[in-house]
């Protein structure tokens, strides 16, 4: 059925295209046209027919995002109007109540996840609007998941459409699989939520113990008391030089790691360096105009004409309200060095730069490192640092999603605007992530926390370390 319809779909004449495509994400959920014809099929094609001419790719995108917007919210009301009706009625036989009631409560209170996730998987599109006005969910909410899933929907399912061709077939299994590991992840998000909910009441110390009361952790223990206790220091989340101090290790010596490679790659022109080419020639056929205005502006966003003065202003603001300088001396520093690297590299490494005629960005100077994604990653990521630090739990979600986004942005805006060969960027994001672990390591160390003596060699080590902490 599938083949049929498509075959429908790429024979129309444009304004007809750009109808299913607006209908089609528009019935999925709204009248469950989803359990029979997936909407990302419509929106495939369309990319298809926009890399073939036949339609603008802008008005594929718009009528895919509003469909899904408007389908979802019309789901969302029906679900809300007559859901409980239906599920109390013939279709109650079938649903334990009390499961509906959790599910309802899930939602209701914490169900924006599931709405965003939701859109990436073909079951869940057509059930969860409707759920979510069945619990009652606020609707300004689920309006802001729904177009943030919407938008991240439908610009994937159209690009791989259009990058894909006449291969849309094999791109459609390549969607949904992708569908299926968003399907995993939000199981996943369940299922360690009611994990950490039970586990929420017991302490780390007794969870340790817990585990200690295994046969092969007490055998450990009695043999090794002293690495036990360092061990269980370095694991616990309580402490600052515990887990959250490893981590930013762990991240540093990565970091670390995969720059110094790339940069042995690139000196001797082998390993990833030596796929360069290839992946600069495949950016540099498959670009579209709304694609090069919204990289053209995204890589500003690197410059130190941007980042700079929004440096200044922001630290700044922190380090007034905290009645400190040092926010602004650690910025300045991570920054300082970060641009100082860049440099000096390029002028080592002395890499020319992809042709001239490829280019649809202003650049100059040497390619290895990237100036703007060093510049980039240095600092969104201190402004990241800082909100991780001294904002709230809204400010760190929503400051850390911002700066990773536009990081990003500003990587991939180098490749594509021809300016850059993609190991130039990784070089750079890895190098300016090494600096802020770094940052992160050596300020968990002055922390001030408490030192655990080791354990007496008789006792249960990681027991008496795990206590001492608690008690401390």
Same mark, same amino acid.
């Given at each position: 059925?599938?083949?049929?319809? $498509?075959?429908?779909?790429?024979?129309?004449?444009?304004?007809?295209?750009?109808?299913?495509?607006?209908?089609?994400?528009?019935?999925?959920?709204?009248?469950?046209?989803?359990?029979?014809?997936?909407?990302?099929?419509?929106?495939?094609?369309?990319?298809?027919?926009?890399?073939?001419?036949?339609?603008?790719?802008?008005?594929?995108?718009?009528?895919?995002?509003?469909?899904?917007?408007?389908?979802?919210?019309?789901?969302?009301?029906?679900?809300?109007?007559?859901?409980?009706?239906?599920?109390?009625?013939?279709?109650?036989?079938?649903?334990?109540?009390?499961?509906?009631?959790?599910?309802?409560?899930?939602?209701?209170?914490?169900?924006?996840?599931?709405?965003?996730?939701?859109?990436?998987?073909?079951?869940?599109?057509?059930?969860?609007?409707?759920?979510?006005?069945? $619990?009652?969910?606020?609707?300004?909410?689920?309006?802001?998941?729904?177009?943030?899933?919407?938008?991240?929907?439908?610009?994937?399912?159209?690009?791989?459409?259009?990058?894909?061709?006449?291969?849309?077939?094999?791109?459609?299994?390549?969607?949904?699989?992708?569908?299926?590991?968003?399907?995993?992840?939000?199981?996943?998000?369940?299922?360690?939520? +009611? +994990?950490?909910?039970?586990?929420?009441?017991?302490?780390?110390?007794?969870?340790?113990?817990?585990?200690?009361?295994?046969?092969?952790?007490?055998?450990?223990? $009695?043999?090794?008391?002293? *690495?036990?206790?360092?061990?269980?220091?370095?694991?616990?989340?309580?402490?600052?030089?515990?887990?959250?101090?490893?981590?930013?290790?762990?991240?540093?010596?990565?970091?670390?790691?995969?720059?110094?490679?790339?940069?042995?790659?690139?000196?001797? #022109?082998?390993?990833?360096?030596?796929?360069?080419?290839?992946?600069?020639?495949?950016?540099?056929?498959?670009?579209?105009? /709304?694609?090069?205005?919204?990289?053209?502006?995204?890589?500003?966003?690197? /410059?130190?004409?941007?980042?700079?003065?929004?440096?200044?202003?922001?630290?700044?603001?922190? /380090?007034?309200?905290?009645?400190?300088?040092?926010?602004?001396?650690?910025?300045?520093?991570?920054?300082?060095?970060?641009?100082?690297?860049?440099? #000096?590299?390029?002028?080592?490494?002395?890499?020319?730069?992809?042709?001239?005629?490829?280019?649809?960005?202003?650049?100059?100077?040497?390619?290895?490192?990237?100036?703007?994604?060093?510049?980039?990653?240095?600092?969104?990521?201190?402004?990241?640092?800082? *909100?991780?630090?001294?904002?709230?739990?809204?400010?760190?979600?929503?400051?850390?999603?911002?700066?990773?986004?536009?990081?990003?942005?500003?990587?991939?805006?180098?490749?594509?605007?021809?300016?850059?060969?993609?190991?130039?960027?990784?070089?750079?994001?890895?190098? /300016?992530?090494?600096?802020?672990?770094?940052?992160?390591?050596?300020?968990?160390?002055?922390?001030?926390?408490?030192?655990?003596?080791?354990?007496?060699?008789?006792?249960?080590?990681?027991?008496?370390?795990?206590?001492?902490?608690?008690?401390?």
């Amino acid at each position: 059925m599938t083949d049929r319809v $498509a075959a429908i779909v790429l024979g129309l004449p444009g304004w007809a295209v750009l109808v299913v495509v607006f209908a089609l994400p528009a019935l999925e959920s709204s009248a469950f046209v989803g359990f029979v014809f997936p909407g990302e099929i419509a929106l495939l094609l369309g990319g298809v027919l926009a890399e073939q001419g036949r339609v603008p790719l802008f008005a594929v995108l718009a009528a895919g995002f509003v469909g899904a917007v408007v389908g979802d919210s019309v789901g969302y009301a029906v679900g809300r109007r007559y859901g409980r009706r239906l599920v109390e009625g013939t279709l109650g036989r079938f649903v334990k109540l009390d499961h509906l009631d959790r599910a309802e409560r899930y939602l209701a209170a914490r169900g924006g996840r599931a709405v965003f996730v939701g859109r990436f998987t073909a079951a869940l599109r057509v059930m969860v609007p409707g759920a979510a006005g069945m $619990a009652r969910m606020r609707y300004p909410t689920f309006l802001v998941f729904n177009v943030a899933g919407a938008a991240g929907w439908v610009v994937l399912s159209v690009l791989l459409g259009y990058l894909g061709g006449s291969s849309w077939r094999h791109v459609g299994h390549v969607a949904s699989r992708i569908g299926l590991v968003a399907l995993a992840a939000l199981v996943l998000l369940v299922l360690g939520g +009611a +994990a950490w909910r039970r586990a929420r009441g017991v302490s780390w110390a007794a969870l340790a113990e817990r585990l200690q009361d295994l046969p092969l952790a007490r055998r450990t223990q $009695a043999r090794f008391p002293r *690495a036990a206790g360092t061990i269980g220091r370095r694991l616990d989340p309580r402490l600052p030089r515990g887990l959250p101090a490893t981590l930013a290790a762990a991240v540093l010596v990565a970091s670390t790691w995969t720059f110094l490679g790339l940069t042995e790659d690139v000196v001797a #022109g082998n390993g990833l360096a030596r796929d360069d080419r290839g992946i600069h020639d495949w950016v540099v056929a498959h670009r579209v105009h /709304s694609l090069d205005v919204l990289f053209g502006l995204a890589t500003h966003l690197g /410059s130190n004409a941007v980042v700079v003065p929004l440096l200044v202003a922001v630290v700044g603001l922190v /380090s007034w309200r905290l009645r400190s300088w040092r926010p602004v001396v650690v910025t300045g520093i991570v920054y300082g060095v970060a641009v100082a690297l860049h440099a #000096g590299i390029a002028a080592g490494v002395h890499r020319a730069r992809p042709p001239a005629a490829d280019w649809i960005a202003p650049a100059s100077g040497w390619a290895y490192t990237s100036g703007h994604t060093t510049q980039a990653w240095a600092a969104w990521g201190m402004l990241a640092l800082l *909100a991780l630090v001294h904002a709230g739990r809204r400010g760190r979600i929503a400051t850390g999603l911002v700066s990773v986004t536009v990081a990003v942005l500003v990587t991939v805006s180098r490749v594509y605007l021809g300016v850059h060969w993609p190991t130039d960027v990784l070089a750079g994001a890895t190098m /300016s992530i090494a600096l802020l672990a770094g940052c992160s390591l050596w300020w968990l160390l002055r922390s001030r926390a408490p030192e655990v003596s080791p354990p007496d060699p008789g006792e249960r080590g990681g027991a008496r370390a795990v206590a001492a902490v608690r008690d401390s």
